[in-house]
């Protein structure tokens, strides 16, 4: 789990430096609002299929540190989805997001998954665990 962390968090960086001077990519729950600004550039473009692995892995990242920073939870790796997965609660309850899928989904589909909306939808879980002993959720 601590590589994992430490690749989410690293590429989570790259992507904040690299788009930092034109965002202020400060890691706050606002700050989703320019990711998804990006977002909605990058949906009116026909990606490559490595082109949209990098986006979704760059772009995830950060949305993940995001979360993490803000709402908690700690990093696992689905075999199932091929991706990591950020669960909060544990043992108490547990409520899990897949920010790599969701950005995916951003790409494609566009506004109807947006980013921002997810996140809180995450942090609104968490605190329903937090509440109740043994509560689950699948944010997606």
Known sequence: MGQLKQD???MAQRYAEQFGQ???LDYSMESLFYVESHLEELHQYDLG???LRQAVMAVGSYVFEVASRNVGGQYYWDEKEGQPVLIAGLPDFCVSME???KVQGRLENGAEDNIP???AGYQEQVEKGKRKKGY???VI
């Open 8 to 10: 989410i968090q690293a």
């Open 49 to 51: 299929q490595q082109e």
């Open 117 to 119: 909306f997810y996140v």
């Open 99 to 101: 920010a790599w899928k």
């Open 136 to 138: 689950t959720a699948r």
């Open 22 to 24: 034109r965002w202020p």
